[in-house]
């Protein structure tokens, strides 16, 4: 049997003050069968075991391969890290105990930024299945939509699919995150690691780049791809294709300056 879900078990039914007793009645087992989970000695069938990762209010991707136990001692030691306080996601699940894309539209966004972490909440947002081949199946989905022109040529109103990051030493330099933070809510941005403190740059030249500390950081999505309803017209690829060159100028700059 995997250890990492050996461990979560045990870990994550404790973190709910649950005993053996009250996860098997909320799972509809025998409390035998809870003791042999943490034992090792009999592995959970895939429904349940998403049932459970649900009950328990943390991916299936986390709860079945990561020493939940050790990224919450790890966390609290990291002073750099993204998140101030180890955090289990909130998911939604279909009949058949499919993790579900929650979608948080742009009137909901104010909404997300203080429940975020509240199952309620996360519940009463729209989620649906979105059976696109680059979405792995075992991963946790998340789609924002935006607002704004600060990252042209991705237009107003767009909806940017995320794939959620749960360490931060997990972001990728120069990639698009949808960032949920303490000080400005939910952006949309280009981010880079700086010590202890994140760089988020826009990829319309006329935002100029801004710096947060690390601790300010909430929530890490990474944009896998986006949804969009405005086509674009000959115009608009004449300006995209401006902005970009813009772009590259000013990066070829700061490369000279270093």
Known sequence: M?????????????????????????????RAVIGSYEEGRAVPRIGLMQKMAQLLNVSIEDFANRDL?????????KSSSMVNAPRI???????????????????????????YADPEFVAQLPAFNLPLPG?????????????????????????????????????????????LTHAEGIVYKRIY?????????????????????????????????????????PDNVLNQMQRLIGNLTDEVKQLKNV
């Open 2 to 30: 995997n250890e990492a879900i050996v461990i979560n078990i045990r870990y994550l039914r404790k973190v709910k003050n649950l005993t053996q007793e009250g996860l098997a009645q909320m799972l509809d087992v025998k």
């Open 69 to 77: 136990s050790f990224v919450a001692e790890h966390t609290e030691k």
């Open 89 to 115: 996601l909130t998911t939604v699940v279909d009949s058949f105990n499919n993790e579900k894309i929650v979608f948080i539209p742009q009137k909901a966004s104010a909404g997300y930024t203080t429940g």
């Open 135 to 179: 979405l792995a199946p075992e991963r946790t989905y998340r789609v924002f939509q935006i607002e704004g022109e600060s990252m042209l040529p991705i237009p107003s109103g767009s909806f940017i699919i995320g794939e959620y990051t749960s360490d931060a030493y997990d972001v990728v330099d120069g990639s698009c995150y949808i960032v």
């Open 193 to 233: 690691k700086e010590d202890d403190k994140i760089q988020f740059k826009s990829d319309n030249p006329e935002y100029k780049p801004y710096r947060l500390p690390v601790s300010e950081i909430v929530e890490l999505w990474r944009a896998v791809g986006y949804i969009s309803l405005q086509l674009p017209g």
